[in-house]
T-cell receptor
Framework: GAVVSQHPSWVICKSGTSVKIECRSLDFQATTMFWYRQFPKQSLMLMATSNEGSKATYEQGVEKDKFLINHASLTLSTLTVTSAHPEDSSFYIC??????????????FGPGTRLTVT | GQNIDQPTEMTATEGAIVQINCTYQTSGFNGLFWYQQHAGEAPTFLSYNVLDGLEEKGRFSSFLSRSKGYSYLLLKELQMKDSASYLCAILDSNYQLIWGAGTKLIIKP
């Protein structure tokens, strides 16, 4: 159980275009989802936290107008990278939080999306 | 400030035992997670400690000392597939996960 999927798994786009990444919790409802970015050989960097039905909370330094997050349902969150530039090329990972009796606040990660902007 | 320290890289031999340390200073503490991340893949959950002591799960064990701000992940009977990065993460007072930079573990035959 507690499976999170992401789509697409990899995408190549041209500079100036927009890319949408979907994150779905397949077998549970996730009230909170997280979006991370990871550059090569670096650790995870939290970009934003999204709660279903409300606006996402962005980390300092993350442009909310560039990285649009929508958490329309308890099983789906989307990240749209608008006007992508080569420096946005990275590994984007979503996670969903499942509150349970043992592993409360454990995050389940999607497989990640590798974005390359040319 | 928030600070989590892990060694950047460690090397061990197949079949041996390795201990990966994590020290932390965070605003509040609601638990410590260890995740494994293979190159190019997302992290996968290994363990969660919120009370002091040792949690054993198969070949992997995780230890926590809250008074010392210290944890370690112990991997026994190392296998080549254990080559990965191991991430220590703290759940702070706001229930946000604060991530360490990760320890890259290299297993040699």
């Amino acid at each position: 159980g507690a499976v999170v999927s992401q789509h697409p798994s990899w995408v190549i786009c041209k500079s100036g275009t927009s890319v949408k990444i979907e994150c779905r919790s397949l077998d549970f409802q996730a009230t909170t989802m997280f979006w991370y970015r990871q550059f090569p050989k670096q650790s995870l960097m939290l970009m934003a936290t999204s709660n279903e039905g409300s606006k996402a909370t962005y980390e300092q330094g993350v442009e909310k107008d560039k990285f649009l997050i929508n958490h329309a349902s308890l099983t789906l969150s989307t990240l749209t990278v608008t006007s992508a530039h080569p420096e946005d090329s990275s590994f984007y990972i979503c996670s969903a939080r499942l509150a349970g009796p043992i592993f409360e606040y454990e995050q389940y990660f999607g497989p990640g999306t590798r974005l390359t902007v040319t | 400030g928030q600070n989590i320290d892990q060694p950047t890289e460690m090397t061990a031999t197949e079949g041996a035992i390795v201990q990966i340390n994590c020290t932390y200073q965070t605003s509040g503490f609601n638990g410590l997670f260890w995740y494994q991340q293979h190159a190019g893949e997302a992290p996968t959950f290994l363990s969660y400690n919120v009370l002091d002591g040792l949690e054993e799960k198969g070949r992997f064990s995780s230890f926590l000392s809250r008074s010392k701000g210290y944890s370690y992940l112990l991997l026994k009977e190392l296998q080549m597939k254990d080559s990965a990065s191991y991430l220590c993460a703290i759940l702070d007072s706001n229930y946000q996960l604060i991530w360490g930079a990760g320890t890259k573990l290299i297993i040699k035959p």
